[in-house]
């Protein structure tokens, strides 16, 4: 914790006739992180797919594209199935499969299609009924041009145009002249306000083509849903088999790739990577059956990130993923989230009913969407924050849903209604910030000395500590006479005023000599990023002051009489308001003061995260060898 896995260099030679069981073992076991071969060697280059490869790709783009035209979703895997059997099954039944299932996309494909392309002629054939002209009428005159759509003109006015005939229905207009008159006719017609449309085809009554297209959509209708119905039945019968199939052959894919990552000769290869210090052994062990030379060495060149954390530790390394990868030889801020923003998440909503929903929520995500790496981490933070708002919302505040539970008392509860104890928060979620804020310079120090010298340290870390303590003990005696820290840390006044003014003084010298005069700009925001997380008791208030007024709207209304409904309305969409604000909102800032306020002290990042050569298999697994 705190730091990542030492990691050793390793380099892989051998014949090229032993390439497909090292790729095998090395997809198997997962340890090696690859580095890629540049090329800069005279006599190697980098090797093409494995002979299997083009099948592989073969069978998985065509077990893909069936995936997507039944709208597959993965789901939690059901049991885990032997991938030889898998491959034999596909080579089986993939061709009849993918037959049936192309045969009636297709057929779905031009239903729909007709079924749009009947809908846009009933529409053109609806606005032209009106007229009373026979579709034949439209067209098919040598001598005559047809202007047909719609005028803006008020339909009671008239519009005159010689050697024309004209029909008109409200809106609608259809214009027959000479062909001569083409032109100077279009030009009359667009002073008038003419909008053109398309010439309806055909020939007979529209009346009559109109309700013999309604009859075909009809069918078409039925056909597009018993088709849709016949996918979705395919979907449900093969859907997991595919999925299943799809991650064997990914598998497949990416391990007939490794000559694409290596150095070849004509008959030997050369394999570059990274495998954790622990592993090495098991790295070694795993080839001894092989005729291949490995060497593991130390190297200056800049490792992979492998973060090393605790079981309950690991979710919040999806958060630090967000924000970056740390360098090899920096801290893991992945400890400081976990104690951080439940803590700050729990503080902001500090109420037991929606912290215990918050857990719910956490749990369903963990529960329903075990299969999916992302949805997993996301519900384990937020099944911990959850319990986080439960536990301070039971012990420090007392409440559930904006109210007070009385029978949780006792003399340390704080209540959010009262202007004391909302100034006791304020406070305290001030010296949680000078705490972190402190802290991550703390952890920035460490970085500066293992990355550089304490040279460095003192003047780009050390400095800000020194100028964030020391105003914070001179300043508030200095302008309002009165002490913020000095008497909580038992100082004398000359002390807390002398001291830290000197101290601030030192640190400012210290931070100008490495940063320049940007630094006299930048020592407003150190103190600025303590003040930052007062936002905790703020939102804390804030959430309890909307919870509070919706019940209280509720309960003005009353719960007599048909007075009950409006009322049950305004509670239950009052607290559904709440509950996701609330979520979104300490779930945003509680985020926040750690990425904006404390990373920024310490967190350099640019590292590579640990992806070792090999596919992640939650569906099938393989027969060690």
């Known amino acids: 914790m705190l730091k990542p896995e030492p990691m050793t260099k390793v380099v892989i030679c051998g014949l090229n006739q032993d390439l497909p069981e090292v790729s095998h073992i090395l997809s198997q076991k997962r340890l090696v992180h690859l580095e890629d071969y540049g090329g800069e060697d005279e006599g190697f280059l980098a090797g093409a797919t494995l002979d299997y490869g083009a099948k592989v790709s073969e069978y998985l783009v065509r077990i893909r594209s069936l995936i997507k035209i039944l709208d597959i979703d993965a789901g939690s895997p059901v049991g885990v199935r032997d991938a030889n059997s898998v491959e034999e099954e596909v080579f089986e039944k993939l061709d009849g499969l993918e037959k049936n299932i192309l045969a009636i996309h297709e057929n779905h494909r031009d239903s729909?299609?007709?079924?749009?392309?009947?809908?846009?002629?009933?529409?053109?054939?609806?606005?032209?009924?009106?007229?009373?002209?026979?579709?034949?009428?439209?067209?098919?005159?040598?001598?005559?041009?047809?202007?047909?759509?719609?005028?803006?003109?008020?339909?009671?006015?008239?519009?005159?145009?010689?050697?024309?005939?004209?029909?008109?229905?409200?809106?609608?207009?259809?214009?027959?002249?000479?062909?001569?008159?083409?032109?100077?006719?279009?030009?009359?017609?667009?002073?008038?306000?003419?909008?053109?449309?398309?010439?309806?085809?055909?020939?007979?009554?529209?009346?009559?083509?109109?309700?013999?297209?309604?009859?075909?959509?009809?069918?078409l209708e039925r056909e597009v849903g018993a088709l849709g119905h016949e996918l979705e039945a395919l979907n449900k019968r093969h859907g997991q088999w595919l999925v299943i199939a799809e991650e064997h052959f990914a598998a497949q894919s990416e391990k007939s790739s490794l000559p694409l990552k290596l150095a070849m000769s004509k008959n030997a290869f050369v394999l570059d990577g990274w495998v954790p210090e622990k592993e090495c052994e098991g790295l070694e062990t795993s080839l001894d059956g092989l005729n291949v030379d490995i060497q593991l060495e130390s190297s200056d060149d800049e490792p992979p990130v492998k973060l090393d954390n605790p079981s309950v530790v690991r979710p919040f390394e999806f958060f630090t993923k967000l924000y970056g990868i740390p360098k090899h030889r920096e801290l893991d801020p992945s400890a400081l989230l976990f104690f951080g923003y439940p803590l700050f998440f729990g503080l902001m909503i500090g109420d037991l009913g929606y912290g215990f929903f918050y857990f719910l929520l956490g749990h369903l995500l963990v529960k329903k969407y075990g299969h999916s790496d992302e949805l997993l981490q996301l519900g384990k933070i937020i099944r911990l924050a959850g319990f986080s708002a439960f536990f301070f919302g039971t012990i420090l505040f007392a409440e559930a849903f904006g109210f007070e539970i009385h029978m949780l008392n006792h003399e340390y509860v704080l209540h959010k209604s009262d202007s004391a104890d909302v100034g006791f928060m304020l406070l305290a979620t001030g010296g949680i910030g000078l705490f972190y804020v402190t802290l991550g310079l703390a952890m920035g120090f460490y970085n500066a000395l293992n990355m550089h010298d304490l040279k460095h340290a003192v003047q780009e870390k050390f400095s800000w500590i020194m100028i964030l303590w020391g105003g914070?003990?001179?300043?508030?005696?200095?302008?309002?006479?009165?002490?913020?820290?000095?008497?909580?840390?038992?100082?004398?006044?000359?002390?807390?005023?002398?001291?830290?003014?000197?101290?601030?003084l030192v640190g400012l010298s210290l931070a100008v000599s490495a940063e320049g005069i940007v630094a006299l700009v930048e020592v407003p925001s150190v103190f600025v990023q303590v003040i930052s997380y007062v936002r905790i008791a703020a939102l804390g208030v804030a959430d309890y002051g909307l919870a509070h007024a919706f019940n209280g709207m509720a309960f003005d209304i009353g719960f007599s009489g048909i007075s009950i409904i409006p009322a049950l309305l305004i509670l239950l969409v009052g607290q559904m308001v709440v509950f996701t604000l609330g979520l979104i909102g300490s779930g945003i800032n509680s985020l926040r003061l750690q990425y904006v306020e404390c990373f920024p002290k310490f967190f350099v990042g640019g590292g590579t995260d640990y992806t070792p050569f090999g596919y992640t298999r939650k569906y099938t697994h393989e027969t060690e060898t």
């Open 112 to 219: 729909i299609q007709k079924l749009k392309d009947g809908m846009s002629r009933w529409e053109s054939l609806k606005q032209f009924e009106p007229l009373g002209i026979n579709l034949e009428s439209f067209s098919g005159f040598k001598s005559i041009s047809v202007f047909t759509g719609t005028l803006t003109l008020p339909s009671k006015t008239e519009i005159s145009i010689p050697n024309a005939e004209i029909v008109r229905r409200d809106d609608m207009v259809a214009v027959f002249v000479p062909t001569d008159s083409h032109e100077a006719v279009e030009q009359q017609l667009i002073k008038a306000g003419f909008k053109s449309l398309d010439s309806p085809t055909g020939e007979g009554i529209i009346r009559d083509e109109l309700s013999a297209l309604e009859s075909e959509m009809q069918n």
């Open 472 to 504: 914070l003990l001179f300043i508030p005696p200095w302008l309002f006479g009165n002490s913020l820290l000095g008497s909580r840390l038992g100082l004398s006044d000359e002390i807390e005023l002398w001291g830290g003014l000197a101290a601030f």
